[in-house]
């Protein structure tokens, strides 16, 4: 591996701070380790420094649509778009033109015909919420937002506008809840995001501005593989060359190549513990003390790369999620 102008300082602790185990394969690899791998491999590494990073602080995530729906009905519950019928759409869409004209008794009333036709229709649940919103019935709505969630957990519209009503009636502390559930189901919503700061400020706090931006590029190139790297993320970005190219390591742990289309939680979080030596990685020493590393690798990396990695997660861990971000932000 041929590297330019860096003194590489290496540490051996990232094993005694990750224990693996549970006959998994193991994915944590000490900033040594991999630094080793990548010097004895038959690839041809080439590390140059990364001098303009400004572009990392400027890119866009990828923002779900509300369609996304969670089938309760199947074992285990399926993920997938909602797809509605034909005979509920049209009724649908006259509701929809009756509420842009602020008629919205008998929007109300074609929501509730589109609820005859298929109950699990969620968003006539939404949008019966909507119109009683606008209304400035808050009790009604938050009432309907809610049966929206009870047939779609997953729709962050539903959590979002629950949220809104809420903190209408006062009712901060759980609208807070709502809102964040909703930011973590479409995680790159700006305006979503917004709105998680602005209830905040609401309960008298403020938003903790911090982010992680892992500032590497891998790039291959024939048999050639470059990696371009800024002085704090060596670690990550050659645990991420390593997943990317070196031959059978990603198989070996997650069974399948990696490319930059699969998501894993193990290439995340392996990547981030082979940087924790560097300089600025103070926090998440301290997240890692806490407990929170898995959540701080899914929130802070994981669903902006990959938004839709939290229709994967049980309650619990999404409870677990809004626990990290209180704590942390």
Same mark, same amino acid.
């Given at each position: ?74 074992? =285990? ?236 997660? =049980? ?15």
């Amino acid at each position: 591996m041929k590297y330019f102008g860096f003194i590489f300082v290496l540490f051996c602790f990232t094993s005694q701070i990750f224990p693996q185990g549970n006959g998994k394969a193991k994915y944590f690899y000490t900033y040594k380790e991999v630094f080793d791998i990548l010097n004895k491999s038959n690839v041809h590494y080439n590390v140059e420094e990364l001098k303009d990073t400004s572009a990392f602080h400027k890119q866009t995530y990828m923002k779900l649509s509300n369609n996304y729906y969670a089938d309760k009905n199947s074992t =285990p519950v399926k993920i997938g778009e909602y797809n509605i019928t034909k005979e509920c759409k049209e009724i649908f869409d006259s509701a929809e033109s009756y509420f842009a004209k602020n008629n919205y008794e008998e929007a109300i009333n074609l929501y509730r015909k589109c609820l005859l036709i298929d109950k699990n229709f969620y968003k006539a649940y939404i949008y019966i919420g909507d119109c009683y919103f606008t209304k400035s019935n808050f009790d009604s709505s938050i009432f309907y937002y809610k049966k929206a969630i009870e047939k779609n957990n997953i729709s962050y519209q539903a959590h979002w506008f629950l949220a809104d009503a809420l903190s209408k009636t006062g009712k901060l502390s759980e609208a807070y809840k709502e809102i964040l559930t909703a930011h973590l189901l479409n995680r790159n919503y700006d305006k979503i995001f917004a709105a998680v700061k602005s209830i905040k400020s609401n309960l008298g706090g403020k938003w903790n501005e911090w982010e992680l931006t892992p500032l590497y590029k891998t790039t291959q190139n024939g048999d050639t593989v470059k990696i371009g790297i800024s002085i704090n993320w060596m670690g990550y970005a050659f645990a991420d060359a390593l997943w990317k190219y070196e031959p059978g390591f990603a198989k070996n742990i997650i069974g399948k190549d990696f490319d930059e289309n699969t998501v894993s939680y193990e290439k995340e979080a392996g990547c981030l513990a082979a940087n924790i030596p560097s300089e600025g990685m103070g926090l998440v020493r301290k997240i890692i003390d806490d407990g929170y590393f898995r959540q701080a690798v899914i929130y802070e990396i994981l669903l902006k790369k990959a938004p839709y990695y939290i229709f994967t997660l =049980p309650e619990e861990e999404i409870s677990k999620l809004i626990e990290y971000i209180n704590k942390y932000h």
